[in-house]
């Protein structure tokens, strides 16, 4: 990072003008109430470009903590807290009345950075819908109105003598998320359950007849789904201007700064590892028993014994196989040796070659696909028949002994593992059993299963 | 192809619309693409599906979009699995010979899409990804095989009138909450010819979610959370249930689970009760139990075993001296977990899934994938729904008597056909004129509106 400020110090001369737009966009309603910008355009500012990268990097702290938060498993006060926290440390400026556009510039310049690809985008989306989220939930009731109407949101007030008639079942779905029993008093809004999919998705509200009966306390989830989906088709169409114009217009100025933004933040996405090139088949009983974290060692075993994974398990352990550098020959060996077991080698090319083929980007709209990290495996939902997901997450204690101990990890280490996973700081429980296991220490975390796979090849080596 | 067989008969049957299977016998039960041709000539309901699919876009009124059936994907599967996907049809009668031409051993439907799929390629090159899922109906499927550790009587794709029952009651819970709680009216329930059920709701509002909302709606169904690995399948949190699992215990699981399941799966018999046991996180309570139970293997009252313990279970849990609701809540929660619908989640969640269409015939069973009305799905029998050789005889025998359209309502197809035009397209056709008139003056309005300046 410290680099690439240094770099951008010799564009020190030039000044940028954002996107024009005819509206300021309203940081303070009418009224006076300062709220949360919507960010619906970006506004006429002109920004240093030493402010344009360093607001951003600033910014980008804030949403990498964010997701490294939902990684963990954070609940939502802790979460609350975090994002607050996240907020102060990096967003502050010395000058009150420029905290807003920082705010703003740096929201508009990640969305240049992030808007380039489709994982790019669904991440910066995911992380600033949170940060909105969060943001909305520390502000009062009069913002809040002031936001849905800024949103046009079709939200009716529920009458007193409907709210009796309902009052029952709503007293139930209170009680149910563990809210405080609504009385004559508590305001509650009637809207078309599409609005708010998220709460009728948790069960977390009453629905009768398509309309959905929202208290106030969770209004956050009717602006959510504005926020994001304005957010997600702004970033398509920065997108297409990035492409058409600015990456071509900027390729002396901005063009190295975004680029350089994105990468050096994500981190490998581990689809083909160089490094390590290609393992063997012969050789894969082996590493998977050394080197395999444990979710994908429960799917390899799991496949072994039953000759049989369900759609998520052979995703979650497919990508995970390409990216520790299984080619796709071997890789098609490999399932069909177990599969054809099970189902016969001819429904095996039949039904499930095409998805293997998928997977490496040789079928359907050729995508070659990333394996998951483990945000994304945490945050999976295994039904019944399922392999897949996190083992500290989904298995239940019992169960999570066991594989530990058929893992090889010793008594006291179990013990501070299952820990970690009742507490919910899964990627914590899988870093103490990679430290069990190799008997090193695991400094940066897990973050990824091919991370896994990779430090501890690089241990084993070592020790040969 | 059998017209010799058939001519000599047809004399010996005049008015005996369903004959008895016995009284042919040069048909033989397997599934046969010769007879899947006469199938797609002579019954199947070409016209019915295409008005469906239509939604009213095939009318006169100036607000209809003639484009809107040609954008829907149909996807033939062939003998030997040759897939042929993307086919679109801009008419009935090339739905018609499309399908009598392909002959196809599977038709499934896909999305409408924003352009013509069949010319999807020619638009590809434009650049932009216009090719995209615009409307499909919300989709559920539902199979038996996923309840194999709900039941003992069979597993995998097999089902018998035992396990049937779990069928019904997702019928029942899915249906009543749909119409409900979300507030669909035009829902399809059709057999899928061996071992579950698929649903389609065709409301407007329905065929217009976007993928997060099938998925909120996905979601408020499921109860199974984790996976294999966690051993109770169900958990059930917080002071209070939700009012739709509230209704949906009261209303179906309870009674099916005591009056049908218990008895017929023996879910408390002396090989299974452990495993419900093992469901009840208190120690003291299971060892009683167990106890109980071991030392009185025959129930003296002359009551079914199953019964007694389900009683016996019951008073113990729910007993006033049980204070943590996580005790009582076991008894629901096993309730929950040997009852409850279970859906194949993707399928509901995503627009571009394909499902089978109805009246299709299952190529292993040969059975044909009739509607199923959820006001009566108890009396729903799978292992009584006809069969590609059962029409075929039953052709035979009215074919010649009866003029050519009419030949699907003296055979046992015939009431599957009456229930799916009077109780499901026609009402369904009805509120599609209503939308399209509705939209028609609404954009009508909006165009007076804006002269209006």
């Known amino acids: 990072m410290c680099k690439q400020l240094n770099i951008t110090k010799t564009f020190r001369v030039s000044k940028i003008t954002l996107v024009r737009s005819q509206k300021k966009p309203s940081s303070a309603s009418a009224d006076g109430v300062s709220t949360i910008p919507l960010y619906r355009s970006a506004p006429t500012l002109e920004v240093r470009l030493e402010d344009f990268e360093r607001f951003a990097v600033d910014r980008l702290l804030v949403l990498r903590g964010i997701s490294d938060g939902l990684a963990r498993g954070k609940k939502p006060d802790e979460m609350e807290k975090l994002v607050s926290d996240l907020w102060k440390a990096n967003m502050r400026h010395p000058n009150t009345s420029e905290i807003i556009d920082k705010d703003i510039i740096s929201h508009f310049v990640l969305r240049l950075v992030y808007c380039r690809t489709e994982e790019l985008r669904k991440w910066f989306l995911s992380m600033e819908s949170t940060l909105f989220r969060y943001r909305f939930r520390l502000e009062t009731s009069d913002v809040h109105r002031a936001l849905m109407t800024e949103l046009g949101i079709p939200y009716k007030s529920v009458t007193n003598a409907e709210f009796e008639g309902l009052k029952e079942k709503l007293s139930q779905v209170a009680r149910s998320i563990g809210q405080q029993l609504p009385t004559s008093d508590t305001v509650y809004y009637k809207v078309p359950w599409e609005e708010v999919s998220e709460l009728v998705g948790s069960r977390r509200v009453f629905i009768k007849k398509g309309y959905a009966y929202v208290a106030l306390n969770q209004v956050v989830s009717f602006v959510i789904p504005h926020f994001r989906s304005h957010l997600s088709k702004a970033l398509v169409l920065t997108n297409r201007k990035w492409t058409s114009m600015i990456r071509e217009q900027e390729k002396d100025r901005l063009t190295p700064i975004v680029e350089a933004l994105s990468t050096s933040y994500l981190g490998p996405d581990y689809t083909q590892d160089k490094e390590f090139g290609e393992i063997s088949l012969k050789d894969i009983d082996q590493v998977a028993r050394s080197s395999f974290p444990l979710c994908m060692r429960h799917l390899f075993d799991s496949l072994r014994e039953d000759h049989h994974l369900k759609h998520g398990g052979r995703m979650q352990l497919g990508l995970f196989l390409k990216g520790v550098g299984l080619k796709l020959d071997d890789a098609l060996a490999f399932w069909k040796a177990e599969f054809s077991q099970k189902v016969g080698a001819e429904r095996f090319d039949k039904e499930y070659a095409y998805g293997i083929r998928h997977n490496f980007g040789k079928e359907g709209k050729r995508t070659d696909y990333t394996p998951f990290s483990c945000q994304k495996i945490i945050l999976s939902t295994p039904g019944v028949g399922d392999h897949h997901g996190c083992p500290y997450r989904h298995f239940s204690e019992e169960n999570l002994r066991a594989a530990l101990g058929k893992m090889g990890v010793g008594s006291r280490e179990l013990e501070q593992v299952v820990e970690k996973a009742k507490g919910r700081h899964y990627q914590l429980a899988c870093t103490l059993t990679f430290e069990a296991i190799h008997g090193a220490s695991c400094d940066s975390g897990i973050n990824h299963p091919n991370q896994y796979f990779k430090a501890s090849q690089n241990i084993l080596k070592e020790k040969k | ?453």
């Open chain 2, 1 to 453: 192809m059998t017209k010799e067989a058939q001519n000599e008969r047809d004399d010996m049957l005049v008015d005996d619309p369903e004959p008895q299977d016995e009284q042919i016998d040069d048909i033989p039960d397997e599934f046969n693409p010769n007879y899947l041709k006469v199938y797609y000539g002579r019954l199947f309901p070409h016209a019915d599906m295409f008005k469906w699919l239509s939604y009213g876009n095939d009318g006169k009124h100036p607000a209809c979009d003639q484009s809107y059936i040609g954008r829907r994907e149909f996807s033939f599967t062939l003998d030997n699995d040759i897939y042929l996907r993307f086919q679109s049809f801009n008419c009935a009668s090339e739905l018609e010979n499309g399908i009598k031409d392909k002959c196809p051993f599977k038709i499934d439907i896909g999305p409408v899409y924003s352009v013509d799929p069949s010319k999807r390629l020619a638009y590809a090159q434009s650049g932009d990804n216009i090719f995209t899922p615009v409307e499909r109906e919300l989709v559920f499927d539902i199979d038996i095989s996923d309840y194999d550790d709900a039941r003992y009587c069979c597993s995998g794709a097999d089902v018998c009138l035992d396990c049937w029952p779990l069928m019904t009651i997702a019928i029942k819970v899915i249906d009543t909450s749909l119409r409900d709680d979300f507030g669909f009216n035009n829902i399809l329930w059709v057999y899928s010819g061996r071992r579950g059920v698929h649903c389609w709701v065709c409301d407007g509002k329905a065929r217009r979610l976007n993928n997060e909302q099938r998925g909120a709606i996905a979601d408020y169904f499921r109860v199974y959370k984790g996976n294999t690995n966690s051993k109770s399948k169900v958990s059930l949190v917080g002071s209070a249930l939700h009012p739709f699992l509230v209704r949906s215990y009261s209303d179906v699981l309870r009674d099916f689970f005591e009056k049908k399941l218990l008895c017929s799966q023996q879910l408390l018999s002396d090989e299974r009760y452990e495993k419900i046991l093992e469901m009840i996180p208190d120690e003291s309570i299971t060892s009683e139990l167990r106890g109980k139970w071991q030392d009185n293997r025959r129930s003296s009252s002359g009551k079914d075993v199953n019964v007694v313990r389900w009683e016996q279970l019951k008073q113990l849990l729910q007993s006033g001296k049980q204070k943590a609701t996580g005790i009582r809540r076991c008894v629901e929660e096993i309730v929950f977990s040997f009852t409850y619908p279970r859906l194949d989640m993707e399928v509901s969640k995503h627009m571009n899934h394909l499902l089978k269409a109805p009246f299709c015939i299952h190529p292993k069973t040969g059975r044909v994938c009739v509607p199923i009305d959820p006001d009566v799905c108890d009396e729903f029998d799978p292992t009584n729904v006809p069969t590609l050789s059962k029409l075929l005889r039953e052709i035979n025998t009215v074919g010649l008597q009866v003029e050519g359209d009419k030949v699907w309502e003296r055979t046992s197809m015939g009431k599957s056909i009456r229930y799916f035009r009077g109780s499901f397209l026609q009402p369904l056709m009805k509120s599609c004129k209503e939308e399209i008139e509705e939209s028609y003056s609404a954009k009508v309005q909006q165009s007076k509106n804006s002269l209006t300046w």
